[in-house]
C-alpha cells in the first residue's frame, strides 16, 4: 500500500513525485471532448494563432487531474476514505502541447476527524511546474485519511 496513514504524516512534508507527464495534443483534445468543451483555446488551431498565445492551450481541468492525479500513488492511495474539496485553485501560467509537468505535493494542515475517530483531514497543497520550472497550476486539497489500524 503506497499511500501514507493521517498519523504518518506531517505538516510541512513534501512529496516530490518522481512521475514527470509529457503533455499531448491527445491528452488536451479527448479531455475537451469528453467534458463537451468546445472552447477554441482548445480546440481551434487557427483561431489561436490570432491570440497572446499563438498556439491552442490545455484545457485547465486537465491539468487540474492530472496534477491531483499524480500524487495519489505517493500520498492518499489505499489511505484514502473520501476527498473533500479543492481550494485556491490557480493557474498562472498555461500549458501547451509537449509541455512535460512534474508536481510537488505539500501537507499544509492536519486536524483529528470530529465525527470518524479512525480517520483525519489532511489539506494538501499541490503545484505543477512546466519543464522550464514555471508553476503552472496549484491547488490545495482536501481530505479525509485514515489513521494507521491498530495492529
Excluded at 483534445?29 to 491552442?56: I, W
Excluded at 505517493?74 to 476514505?81: M, P, Q
Amino acid at each position: 500500500m503506497p499511500g501514507v496513514w493521517f498519523d504518518e504524516l506531517q505538516v510541512g512534508q513534501v512529496f516530490d513525485h518522481p512521475i514527470r507527464r509529457t503533455v499531448t495534443e491527445a491528452d488536451n483534445v479527448l479531455f475537451s471532448a469528453m467534458t463537451h468543451n468546445p472552447a477554441q483555446l482548445h480546440l481551434d488551431e487557427e483561431y489561436m494563432k490570432g491570440t497572446e498565445f499563438g498556439t491552442r492551450i490545455v484545457n485547465s481541468c486537465f491539468t487540474l487531474g492530472l496534477m491531483v492525479g499524480v500524487s495519489v500513488g505517493d500520498t492518499t492511495l489505499g489511505t484514502a476514505v473520501a476527498n473533500l474539496g479543492w481550494d485556491e485553485v490557480r493557474f498562472p501560467k498555461p500549458v501547451f502541447h509537449g509541455d512535460t509537468l512534474n508536481i510537488r505535493t505539500t501537507v499544509v494542515d492536519l486536524r483529528e476527524s470530529r465525527s470518524r475517530p479512525e480517520a483525519g483531514i489532511v489539506t494538501f497543497l499541490h503545484e505543477a511546474f512546466n519543464q522550464h520550472g514555471d508553476l503552472v497550476a496549484s491547488c490545495k486539497r482536501s481530505g479525509l485519511q485514515r489513521k494507521k489500524p491498530a495492529k
